[in-house]
């Protein structure tokens, strides 16, 4: 069964516009979650995480993404976006009792265009 | 080494030819993954190895596939009897360990498989 969903596989938007892409996430244990972002033709690297603390984490790039345990969410958000933000995001989850194993959403395709 | 080094980049093999992948991880990180990413399937585990423990293998697809991480460093991931399903972009990652605080993997470039 699918742990993470995102809800988007495709986000079309405007330079300098807000963008948001959503991650819901399913587990019976408590999870940890990361946004990875891959760039074109590149490998993926790590936009935020969230362990533990403050809901909403800050990441590299103006990225933020906000942990809302009662919705089961992470969504990624940032306020204005650049033509270098096209790439595919992928929301991840370890869950606590399988430590090693990051489970990736499906990814969504952000293209920004001018 | 300073990232994830991976080879080869591309390999093109015919059905049924066994092969093999490399992931060189960054030095001092014990734990390696493998992912495999296809067109339609996102990033689907394959298999993860800590120190000297056995690995999880849950995510191996089939028994064709198998891999191996010799001394604690060097991983292989080997498919035999090669399918056109297998084709994908198979990525390794590797990380300071399990513990979540340091378990942020760094990924390799990837090695881009093609069955014919």
């Known amino acids: 069964a699918q742990s993470v969903t995102q809800l988007d596989s495709q986000v079309p938007v405007f330079e300098e516009a807000p963008v948001e892409l959503r991650c819901n996430y399913s587990?019976?244990?408590?999870?940890?979650l990361f946004w990875y972002v891959q760039y074109p033709n590149q490998g993926l690297q790590l936009l935020l995480k969230y362990l533990s603390g403050s809901t909403l984490v800050k990441g590299i790039n103006g990225f933020e993404a906000e942990f809302n345990k009662s919705q089961t969410s992470f969504h990624l958000r940032k306020p204005s976006v650049h033509i270098s933000d096209t790439a595919e995001y992928f929301c991840?989850?370890?869950?606590?009792?399988?430590?090693?194993?990051?489970?990736f959403g499906a990814g969504t395709q952000v293209v920004v265009t001018p | 080494g300073a990232g994830v080094s991976q080879s080869p980049s591309n390999k093109v093999t015919e059905k049924g030819k066994d092969v093999e992948l490399r992931c060189d991880p960054i030095s001092g990180h014990t734990a390696l993954y493998w992912y495999r990413q296809s067109l339609g399937q996102g990033l689907e585990f394959l298999i993860y190895f800590q120190g000297n423990s056995a690995p999880d293998k849950s995510g191996l697809p089939s028994d064709r596939f198998s891999a191996e991480r010799t001394g604690g460093s060097v991983s292989t991931l080997t498919i035999q009897r090669t399918q056109q399903e297998d084709s994908a972009v198979y990525l390794c990652a590797s990380s300071l360990a399990l513990l979540p605080g340091a378990n942020v993997l760094t990924f390799g470039a990837g090695s881009r498989l093609t069955v014919l």
């Open positions: 587990s019976s244990v408590s999870v940890y």
């Open positions: 991840a989850v370890i869950r606590t009792d399988s430590w090693g194993k990051l489970q």
